[in-house]
Nanobody, 122 residues
């Protein structure tokens, strides 16, 4: 199985940047799609971005396209989310996720990290 631990969250002003990191453990890490989801208070968890096991394919929700970049380094067992031009509506707990075939449906995700808080002030 895969264990995931996120880090890098914090408080930034609108227009600022943060880089989230997800450290993974498990011998099968390289065979998993990876993704980022987020959940604001009182709202459902939502898909943010995903990257294929090889790193050759990425997908983003429309509201973050052009601002966020997902990447992975399989040699370091890590996945990252570079967030630029942050907006107050990006405020949420961000979760790292892993699955054989990742999808936007949170109910089907095999593995989750514990989450890291991102707060964007206006």
């Amino acid at each position: 199985q895969v264990q995931l631990v996120e880090s890098g969250g914090g408080l930034v002003q609108a227009g600022g940047s943060l880089r989230l990191s997800c450290a993974a453990s498990g011998r099968t890490f390289s065979n998993y799609d990876m993704g980022w989801f987020r959940q604001a208070p009182g709202k459902e968890r939502e898909f943010v971005a995903a990257i294929s096991w090889s790193g050759g394919s990425t997908v983003y929700r429309d509201s973050v396209m052009g601002r966020f970049t997902i990447s992975r380094d399989n040699a370091k067992n890590s996945v990252y989310l570079q967030m630029n031009s942050l907006k107050p509506e990006d405020t949420a707990v961000y979760y790292c996720a892993a699955d054989q075939r990742i999808s936007p449906n949170v109910a089907t995700i095999a593995y989750w990290g514990q989450g890291t808080q991102v707060t964007v002030s206006s």
